[in-house]
């Protein structure tokens, strides 16, 4: 009599939190992204779990922040990771190793970075046997840094341009003022710190409309392949997330998961780079063939293998434009 009582009670509780719980909630997919660099284009993730549109569509999004693209590429490889928010470089020296994925949406499809010099150096040829600080070698904005001069018509070995890692943002901006670089690639909340204190913005590269795929999402294409309604959920939460970045309503609520995910003191920091977001989110966010075919170029200049590898195939926008035709964006946008 007891065991029964026992399993009527039990019974009981399951559908008692059956009738209280969605269904979604018992049994979540879980996915596990990892973001390389913390930035205002991670926004929409950032939302979208906050505001628990993955769980909406059946996903347990786990967001790891991993230090370097190299080591995001290296985890993905292994299984680790189902998919990665980052810059493509890393990812198409894997591509060249013999991996199989598929890049299908840009976070950010243009460089966000700002090459800002020293107060006295205000035209092209003064960066000639200067040092220029970038992250990470092989990084975002070490190829940006490669782009800016070409675009300046600078090259690193003729004119003898000294690329230095000198770390993220803050860093570079200690070096700069401490004169221990000449010049640093750096963000546009940076920047704006920067020309307050009387640096030179030699080129935005964002106001100048330079191709580059500088962010997005990537997963191994088996992963796709095996997990459809995963991806395809996944993306609907994502594109909600931009759904409430755009909606000016929500302004506060943004400003308030961007303070906490990027670690700011206060919330007023965070207008700027809720601008920033704004500036870089794209209503359709498709990655770019043009902006991933210089990823390449670059790529392919430390790696020779990658000079194989085509954007198309890298690429995949399939999942997008599935979106698309059935008007999800108009339906989660309020507007054509």
């Known amino acids: 009599m007891g065991r029964l009582l026992a399993i009527v009670v039990s019974t009981f509780t399951l559908g008692f939190l059956t009738a209280e719980q969605p269904l ?13 660099t913390p930035t205002p284009h991670m926004a929409p993730l950032w939302v979208a779990k906050d505001k628990k549109f993955f769980e909406n569509h059946g ?3 786990q967001l ?16 680790e990771l189902q998919m990665t928010a980052n810059a493509p470089a890393s990812l ?3 591509i060249a190793g013999g991996e199989k994925l598929s890049f299908f949406l840009g976070l950010s499809n243009t460089s966000p970075f700002t090459l800002v010099t020293q107060p006295s150096l205000r035209k092209a040829e003064d960066l000639r046997g200067k040092r220029l600080g970038t992250a990470r070698f092989g990084g975002s904005s070490h190829i940006s840094a490669l782009i800016a001069l070409e675009h300046l018509g600078l090259d690193l070995k003729r004119d003898k341009v000294i690329l230095i890692q000198t770390g993220v943002d803050p860093e570079r901006m200690a070096a700069l003022e401490s004169k221990a670089i000449d010049a640093a690639m750096l963000q546009r909340v940076a920047t704006k710190v920067m020309v ?9 590269m964002n106001k100048a409309k330079i191709p580059y795929q500088n962010t997005g999402l990537a997963m191994k294409r088996d ?14 939460a994502v594109i909600e997330g931009y759904g409430f970045i755009f909606n000016k309503s929500n302004k506060q609520a943004v400003k308030e998961i961007i303070a906490r995910n990027l670690r700011l003191p206060n919330l007023e920091g965070a207008e700027d780079y809720y601008e920033e977001a704004l500036e870089e989110l794209d209503r359709k966010p498709y990655p770019t063939l043009e902006g991933t075919r210089i990823v390449i170029q670059y790529v392919a200049e430390q790696n020779p293998r990658a000079a194989t590898i085509k954007a198309e ?7 997008l ?12 946008y309020g507007a054509k």
Do not use: C
């Not at 790891?64 to 299984?79: E, R």
């Not at 195939?313 to 999942?319: L, Q």
């Open 24 to 36: 979604h909630a018992q049994k979540l997919q879980r996915v596990r992204v990892a973001l390389s």
């Open 92 to 94: 198409v020296s894997l």
């Open 59 to 61: 996903i347990d999004l």
């Open 196 to 204: 307050g204190k009387g640096f030179y913005p030699l080129l935005n």
């Open 313 to 319: 195939d890298f690429i995949d926008t399939s999942w």
């Open 64 to 79: 790891i922040l991993v230090s370097g693209g190299t080591l995001v590429a290296q985890m993905l490889a292994s299984g």
């Open 321 to 332: 434009k599935k979106l698309d035709s059935e008007g999800f964006f108009e339906k989660v």
């Open 223 to 236: 992963f796709a392949n095996a997990n459809p309604k995963t991806v395809d959920g996944l993306l609907r």
